[in-house]
């Protein structure tokens, strides 16, 4: 069930919770009981990092980026506010909110472009779930479609997030490499158990 907007705004104003959703900076929780709405904006951060542009035949990713070689695929830009970062044609960046954001093990949420953006030919898309116990702020991959360079500004609302109850069963919460994190984050490609059975000869 994805909770509407009174409902959020009366857990994050909630009380001596053992358990707490938090969203930070605090969303005006008079304005989000009163918009009927089923997410929440979230607003764009400081932090973007850059693909490198590279002569490497390739993007290598299963088992081959290690150690130093890491760093160097993607360069870190702060953008402060009141300026701003381009995002010209076809150009991939990744972003993040500005919001730290802490889900309850009883919630999770997804995150989707705003139309506004999109009907510009910004398209905002993410890893989409947010897994329950999750506390970070959350990693965005933004592309320009457009024709025309897109100037972006730190705390512009850049997406919606929409926070749903699950059933659980037990106190175990998302303990992913992204949980936690301030900046936008690469993350690793890699072959699972059953995968690496797949590549073996027979």
């Not at 001596?16 to 997410?39: F, H, M, V, W, Y």
């Not at 506004?116 to 898309?125: D, E, F, M, N, Q």
């Amino acid at each position: 069930m994805i909770l509407k907007s009174e409902r959020v705004a009366e857990l994050l104003n909630a009380e001596d919770q053992n358990d707490p959703l938090i969203i930070t900076p605090r969303p005006d929780l008079e304005g989000l009981k009163s918009s009927g709405a089923a997410s929440i904006d979230l607003r764009l951060g400081s932090w973007f990092a850059a693909m490198r542009r590279s002569r490497a035949s390739h993007l290598k990713l299963i088992g081959e980026l290690e150690g130093a070689d890491a760093r160097f695929l993607s360069k870190m830009h702060f953008v402060r506010f009141g300026d701003t970062f381009v995002l010209h044609p076809q150009q991939f960046v990744l972003g993040v909110t500005l919001e730290w954001i802490r889900l309850p093990k009883d919630c999770a949420g997804y995150v989707t472009s705003r139309s506004s953006w999109g009907r510009r030919g910004l398209v905002i898309a993410t890893a989409v779930g947010v897994h329950p116990g999750f506390s970070g702020c959350l990693t965005l991959e933004l592309i320009n479609l457009g024709e025309l360079p897109v100037k972006l500004s730190p705390g512009l609302a850049i997406c919606q997030l929409f926070i749903h109850q699950v059933s659980y069963s037990s106190h175990t919460v998302d303990r992913s490499i992204f949980v936690g994190e301030r900046k936008p984050v690469l993350g690793e490609i890699g072959l699972d158990d059953f995968a690496e059975k797949l590549r073996r000869p027979i």
